[in-house]
């Protein structure tokens, strides 16, 4: 006699996902060829994708197409984008941003240039801190990664508890959940190079130094 799966068996229920002739791109390659990438077993990319086994099995030999949510979940777990899920070409991006490029920006005294592409999983930036900034200010606290590297001036960091004074050279990688805050340390203000993590969440902010004015800004 055939039995039903055991409650809990998945989080995602069969019953919610899409016929195959919904009209999705099948999407069975690239999720064996993804998760072979990452090194997992099927039981081990179902744990992280909160599926079954077996589920992640029917959609890995297109016996079962995923729904958006589930593909979004899929696109998180392999640390890649639903468009490479669906098999769609992107735009080459161009690697190289030039020397007098896009213009600089300021906001509340801070000024900063595009050192890196738009449209990737991270932002990079150079970054003038001016003089007298960073203590007192707002402490920030977000999802994702850090790293700043000192070109001019001394730069004053907070990661929690801890003071540090980085000088030219110098260079900081941390996790964005440590509350932390920044400052030029020397009167003409500090230079760095900074690079943040881009994650999609209401707390991801971008971080260096006061209440944001910009959406764009490093603040």
Do not use: K
């Amino acid at each position: 006699m055939t039995t039903g799966p055991a409650p809990g068996a998945e989080t995602h229920a069969d019953a919610d996902e899409p016929p195959e002739d919904e009209g999705l791109p099948a999407v069975a390659p690239q999720l064996r060829e993804l998760r072979r990438r990452a090194g997992l077993t099927l039981e081990a990319a179902a744990a992280r994708a909160r599926l079954s086994p077996a589920h992640l099995s029917r959609l890995e030999t297109g016996r079962r197409q995923p729904s958006l949510p589930l593909l979004l979940g899929l696109a998180r777990t392999y640390g890649t984008t639903v468009s490479e899920l669906l098999g769609e070409t992107q735009a080459v991006a161009d690697p190289i941003v030039r020397a007098g490029g896009p213009g600089a920006r300021e906001a509340d005294g801070w000024t900063y240039w595009q050192a890196g592409g738009s449209g990737r999983g991270m932002q990079a930036l150079r970054v003038h801190v001016p003089p007298g900034r960073g203590q007192g200010e707002l402490v920030r606290v977000h999802p994702g990664e850090e790293w700043l590297y000192v070109l001019t001036g001394t730069l004053r960091l907070h990661l929690g508890e801890a003071e540090y004074l980085l000088e030219p050279g110098d260079s900081a990688h941390f996790d964005s959940l440590t509350p932390h805050r920044i400052g030029a340390a020397t009167a003409t203000g500090t230079d760095l190079l900074f690079v943040h993590t881009l994650l999609q969440s209401s707390l991801a902010g971008l971080c260096l130094g006061g209440a944001a004015t910009n959406p764009t800004s490093p603040r």
